[in-house]
């Protein structure tokens, strides 16, 4: 992707519940994926989840979804049933042959 | 399974100094990347290595950045001379290899100049 936005640059959510983190994407491939990596304080980088483009079908990994939407270009990442240890810095990426673009992340926090 | 080893985590020199960051990738993995991530940004990519190639530089300051992957595993990327703005975190990742594949990072090197 030649850009990738996140309007949100902090979200927080109580324990338990359930928090969406939004990202938007420009790309003129037609052949690309779209990542979500959680970076949590001065720890390493991780990827949450990946989606690629050609599927229809929203990824999933246990609490962690996403709804993509191709025609919109909207790539957004929920998280159910948050947890204390999601708090972290999450950042969207998309990308293809190797070239990831970042976008600048959103903080989140979770309140016990 | 060791993850991805960079040192210094943290590195604090005057202006003008040079400095260098090491990074060993997973074993196996033949794709090395530096990033580079300012405050408050996402990770940009400075330079991808294929085995000891580096396939893709085109966003590596060259004048005063460079770096080099003997026998396609560890890499050293240098900075001389440094400026204040070159403070910032040093990301390394690698992967297995093929155009979609997770990357896995290390955990930074952070940089301060003064």
């Known amino acids: 992707a030649q850009t990738v936005t996140q309007s949100q640059p902090e979200m927080s959510v109580q324990e338990a519940e359930t928090v969406t983190l939004s990202c938007t994407y420009d790309t003129s491939e037609s052949d690309y994926y779209l990542f979500w990596y959680k970076q949590p304080p001065s720890r390493q980088m991780i990827l949450v989840i990946r989606q690629e483009a050609y599927k229809q079908q929203n990824a999933t990994e246990n609490r962690f979804s996403v709804n993509f939407q191709k025609a919109a270009k909207s790539f957004s990442l929920k998280i159910s049933d948050s947890q204390l240890g999601d708090a972290a810095m999450y950042f969207c990426a998309g990308g293809s042959n190797y070239k990831l673009t970042f976008g600048k992340g959103t903080l989140l926090t979770v309140n016990p | 399974e060791a993850g991805v080893v960079q040192s210094p985590r943290y590195k604090i020199i005057e202006k003008k100094q040079p400095v260098a960051f090491w990074c060993n990738p997973i074993?196996?993995?033949?794709?090395l990347y530096w990033y580079l991530q300012n405050l408050g940004q996402g990770p940009e990519l400075l330079i991808r290595?294929?085995?000891?190639?580096?396939?893709?530089d085109s966003q590596l300051p060259k004048d005063r950045f460079s770096a080099e992957r003997l026998k396609g595993v560890d890499s050293t990327l240098k900075i001389q001379p440094a400026e204040l703005g070159d403070s910032a975190v040093y990301l390394c990742?690698?992967?297995?290899?093929?155009?979609?594949?997770?990357?896995?990072f290390g955990e930074g090197s952070r940089l301060t100049v003064l």
């Open positions: 290595y294929e085995n000891e190639e580096a396939v893709d």
């Open positions: 990742a690698s992967s297995f290899g093929g155009r979609t594949g997770e990357l896995f």
């Open positions: 074993s196996g993995h033949n794709t």
